[in-house]
């Protein structure tokens, strides 16, 4: 379980460093990685073509590591996320990553889930719920 976290823990300080310290002992050859809004990736190298060029787009300033869950050849980790691209716009929400470990122990699937950070009750002022007028977020 220590040699997985470690390895998560690297794969969030690559994207804080926006520099590859392993991607090839991190991913299968044949991962899958699923982001949390939609896009996919296939395979380690479509993986490191989205890392290299996201990065020279954008900077990842916070991805901050809550807690692990280890059940058989999964890891969930809960974490806070935070960037900024080069055009101005920042997000930033929590999320948690679901992985799946082949037997040599690199990560064979990823799937990440978010949820909004900017919560509210929508009760707050009574029984009939009162929600923002805002466009829902991505994920």
Not at 24 to 31: K, L, V
Not at 106 to 111: A, E, F
């Amino acid at each position: 379980m220590e040699q997985r976290e470690r390895m998560i823990e690297r794969w969030f300080a690559m994207w804080l460093e926006k520099r590859d310290i392993g991607i090839d002992e991190i991913f299968a050859p044949d991962a899958v990685y699923t982001e949390s809004w939609g896009p996919e990736y296939r395979g380690r190298e479509r993986i490191r073509h989205w890392f290299d060029e996201w990065n020279s787009r954008g900077t990842v300033v916070q991805w901050d590591i809550h807690q692990f869950f280890h059940q058989g050849d999964q890891t969930v980790v809960e974490w806070t996320f935070r960037n900024k691209m080069d055009d101005g716009q920042v997000d930033a929400f929590d999320g948690v990553t679901l992985i799946q470990w082949t037997e040599a122990g690199q990560i064979s699937r990823l799937k990440e889930f978010g949820c909004n950070t900017n919560r509210y009750d929508p009760y707050q002022d009574g029984p009939a719920p009162r929600f923002r007028e805002e466009p829902a977020k991505w994920f």
